[in-house]
């Protein structure tokens, strides 16, 4: 059956070599069986296998088809939500132990990267830009918390548009602050690398083998159109991209449509006039700007998003006026790519990972934090599999509200 491609990107553009994985056939057995072939299910099917565990990985589409083949590629401290609502939650003691974790999902990518020999461009440093000064309030206040609470101190503010022009060369931020621990990377290539090194550890892949059904109870299994995989142990990993799969987890996620572009090649001299650093950059808007340098130089801006299945209209003009607000220095520069997919939000904004049952397990709703915690998903899936179920636990126990209003209205 022909695979439906990734969607036309500056990522596909420069992707490493990309195999095409079999489609499932018939009826195999598995001691798991993980659903979905994005950074989760790749990580869970990762961790299991190094454990002993004999895992089958069902893909419906290609490797990385969805988010983390499309992302704007951003590794990010702690939660979405911020950590002062996760103390909240928590308690303080829980909350720097989650802390922990999100910092460990961090590791996990340095660790996979220089284990594996993954080229996937991973660079460190982050900017945080704020355009009015209760955002710069804010970030002072998260700078602190961060340092008081949880012992992470590689920040350091800029209190002007002086200092901020040191990071990003807009006329948009007042300040803003800097953090060395957070980075970016090339998230098709890194994805497309976890997807060798878990096949190189035993995992079977399949491609175009999209799960139509799943038996949950004593004797699991998931069913395609022209095979089925029964196994002790099922991991769904299908994040925005669920559908009906599992309609009691659906309402604890939003899918939300999030778009980016790629200019043409700026040259090394512009581009570093822009970013002097290589950092990753976002904005503190409610819908924020999120934007870094490729390893050729262009610009990969994102900042736009949609709550709905359609791609807003007149999609390039959009963004570049967008961009063009950040940096009215790029007049002159136009889009090579422009692309975009779903990611999946929470309510509370931080990630959703439990079990239905006592062989389900799911992982779902990193509210744009996914490219390193959908790593740390997949060790403590694998841990709690393994029968150490403690930081997985930890994370269960995090409150998610379903949101109201159906498929439609949410």
Request: proline share 5%; glycine share 12%.
């Amino acid at each position: 059956m022909p695979r439906e491609p990734h969607v036309e990107s500056y990522y596909t553009a420069t992707a490493n070599s990309d195999p095409a994985y079999p489609e499932l056939l018939g009826e195999v057995t598995a001691d798991v069986c993980v659903v979905g072939g994005g950074f989760s299910g790749l990580s869970v099917a990762l961790e299991l296998a190094e454990r002993g565990f004999d895992v089958a990985l069902l893909e419906g589409r290609r490797i990385a088809w969805g988010a983390s083949g499309r992302s704007g590629g951003q590794i990010c401290t702690g939660f979405s939500s911020g950590m002062a609502k996760v103390v909240n939650w928590a308690g303080r003691d829980d909350a720097r132990k989650l802390f922990g974790l999100a910092e460990e999902a961090k590791s996990i990518i340095r660790e996979r990267v220089e284990r594996h020999k993954i080229d996937c461009d991973l660079a460190w440093g982050y900017f945080h830009g704020a355009n009015k000064p209760r955002q710069l309030d804010g970030l002072r206040r998260n700078q602190d918390l961060w340092a008081r609470d949880f012992d992470y101190g590689d920040t350091r503010l800029a209190e002007t548009r002086e200092e901020a022009v040191q990071y990003v060369n807009s006329p948009s931020y007042i300040g803003g602050l800097y953090e060395g621990g957070a980075g970016h990377l090339h998230p098709l290539n890194y994805c497309l690398g976890l997807a060798r090194a878990a096949e190189a550890a035993g995992v079977r892949i399949f491609e175009g083998s999209e799960v139509t059904r799943l038996e949950s109870g004593a004797a699991p299994a998931a069913h395609c159109a022209r095979g089925s995989v029964k196994t002790n142990t099922l991991v769904l990993c299908c994040n925005a991209y669920l559908g009906d799969l599992a309609p009691q987890l659906r309402a604890k996620i939003m899918p939300v449509g999030t778009y980016i572009a790629a200019t043409e090649p700026l040259g090394e001299n512009r581009a570093r006039s822009v970013i002097p650093g290589n950092l990753a950059v976002s904005d503190c808007n409610f819908v924020l700007n999120y934007y870094r340098l490729s390893r050729d130089k262009r610009l990969l801006f994102g900042g736009r998003v949609s709550y709905s299945n359609l791609v807003p209209p007149h999609l390039p003009r959009a963004m570049r006026r967008k961009m063009l607000a950040v940096f009215p220095q790029l007049h002159d520069v136009g889009f090579d790519y422009t692309w975009g997919g779903y990611v999946a939000i929470t309510v509370e904004r931080t990630p959703h990972i439990g079990r239905l049952g006592d062989n389900v397990y799911f992982a779902q709703g990193y509210s744009g934090q996914g490219v390193a915690m959908s790593g740390l998903a997949g060790r403590v899936i694998a841990e709690a599999v393994a029968g150490q179920a403690g930081r997985f636990d930890l994370f269960a126990r995090l409150p998610h509200t379903s949101f109201p209003g159906g498929r439609l209205f949410r």
